[in-house]
């Protein structure tokens, strides 16, 4: 396997209740094998492929981007006291049950970025190799083409992410790579947040109240296609990653 990236971090430690840090990677992942214990498909992660070669004779053509590759991958978070009560720029002069109602408060968002994973496409017909492969591929005929979010007429419904013609079962050991670096599956686009205040009870005794926002805009992120080749749904998108949650929470703390 061969990894190679740019990697840059920008942070700023906490100045007027204010702390932060953007990440960046922009990398390349290459490897001839997926690993066994590698994911498998799923609505949170990329298409995988076999963990067998196709041709144990063959090493090069497992040569292939790695199933988690990302081009692009951006994250950042924030911490930020919010500037009011006792102590704070705004309402400094708080009464002990006003500030007990607006000083204290933290916000806390992050934002997760990164570009889609190569996908893995999947034979559907018997195998013709007369080896008994465990990681048969199709073929790949033609150019890789990714339509993205387009509406299907299919009356199974969702996007018709790729084009499937360019894929056919393949008459002996299929020509596409475990995993097709020109062929990726939707990026990921997320908004996370909390905001949490402490209240002091005692000394000792301390009351944390939370909420957390989970996908905090309800943004729609894809699932991967459905790479089986010559399928009634092949590149099709039919579900999605988790909507919009929130939670509660309080603690105490002693």
């Known amino acids: 396997m061969k990894y190679n990236a740019l990697q840059a971090v920008f942070q700023r430690t906490q100045n007027n209740g204010l702390q932060y840090q953007v990440s960046y990677t922009y990398a390349k992942c290459m490897s001839n094998n997926t690993g066994y214990y590698g994911t498998w498909s799923g609505s949170r992660a990329s298409s995988t492929a076999s963990p067998y070669w196709q041709n144990i004779y063959d090493v090069k053509s497992e040569w292939a981007p790695c199933y988690y590759d990302e081009t692009h991958n951006l994250t950042a978070y924030a911490v930020y006291e919010l500037p009011f009560g006792k102590g704070k720029k705004l309402m400094s002069d708080a009464s002990g049950a006003v500030n007990a ?26 195998d013709h190799t007369g080896t008994a492969s465990r990681g048969l591929r199709p073929d790949c005929n033609g ?21 499937p013609a360019n894929y056919t079962n393949a008459a ?3 020509t596409c790579a475990p995993q097709l670096g020109g062929l990726r599956g939707p990026g990921y686009y ?15 005794f301390k009351l944390q109240f939370r909420t957390d926002f989970l996908n905090m805009f309800n943004r729609v992120n894809l699932a991967v296609p459905n790479t089986t080749v010559q399928t009634s749904t092949t590149g099709l998108i039919q579900a999605s990653q988790p909507a919009r949650n929130i939670q509660f929470a309080l603690k105490l703390f002693y």
Do not use: C, M
């Not at 109602?101 to 496409?121: C, E």
């Open 190 to 204: 997320n908004w996370d947040a909390s905001i949490q205040k402490d209240f002091l009870l005692t000394e000792r």
């Open 143 to 163: 150019t890789n083409t990714v339509f993205g979010r387009r509406d299907t007429t299919n009356p199974s419904g969702g996007f018709q992410w790729f084009d």
């Open 101 to 126: 109602i607006v000083g204290g408060w933290k916000v806390s968002p992050i934002v997760t970025l990164h570009t889609g994973f190569p996908l893995a496409l999947y034979n559907n017909g018997d």
């Open 172 to 174: 002996g050991f299929g």
